[in-house]
C-alpha cells in the first residue's frame, strides 16, 4: 500500500508560479513512477509530468518548458515546479503512485489550483 497527499495548490494570477508537492509513504520502495495528473471542471482527468525511480521524465506537450517534475521518491517529496500558469491551468492536481506490479497503483485526494487572467 502507498499513500500520497498532495499540496501547495492555491490562487495565483496568470504568469505566476506555483509549486506543487507529493509525500509518499508506505511501500515507498515498491514505486517505479510517479506522476502529477490535473482535472478541470468537466473535463477528464489528463497527464501532466512523470518521473521514474531512475529519474527518467515525461511531460504532457502542454506543459513541456513550463513545468519540471523532481524527487527520488524516498527522500524527497515529488515536486511539480509550474512556471508562467495560465487559466487553462486551473483544476485539481492529482499525484499517482505506480508500483512494479502490473496495473497496481495509488491515488492522493489532489490540491487545487486556480489561475486567474
Known amino acids: 500500500q502507498v499513500q500520497l497527499v498532495e499540496s501547495g495548490g492555491g490562487s495565483v494570477q496568470a504568469g505566476e508560479s506555483l509549486r506543487l508537492s507529493c509525500v509518499a509513504s508506505?511501500?515507498?520502495?515498491?514505486?517505479?513512477?510517479i506522476s502529477w495528473h490535473r482535472q478541470a471542471p468537466g473535463k477528464q482527468r489528463e497527464f501532466v509530468a512523470s518521473i521514474s525511480v531512475n529519474g527518467w521524465t515525461h511531460y504532457a506537450d502542454s506543459v513541456k518548458g513550463l513545468f519540471t517534475i523532481s524527487g527520488d521518491f524516498a527522500r524527497n517529496p515529488v515536486s511539480l515546479q509550474m512556471n508562467n500558469l495560465k487559466p487553462d491551468d486551473t483544476g485539481t492536481y492529482y499525484c499517482k503512485a505506480e508500483t512494479r506490479a502490473y496495473g497496481d497503483f495509488y491515488w492522493g485526494r489532489g490540491t487545487r489550483v486556480t489561475v486567474s487572467s
Open positions: 508506505g511501500s515507498i520502495s515498491s514505486i517505479n513512477t
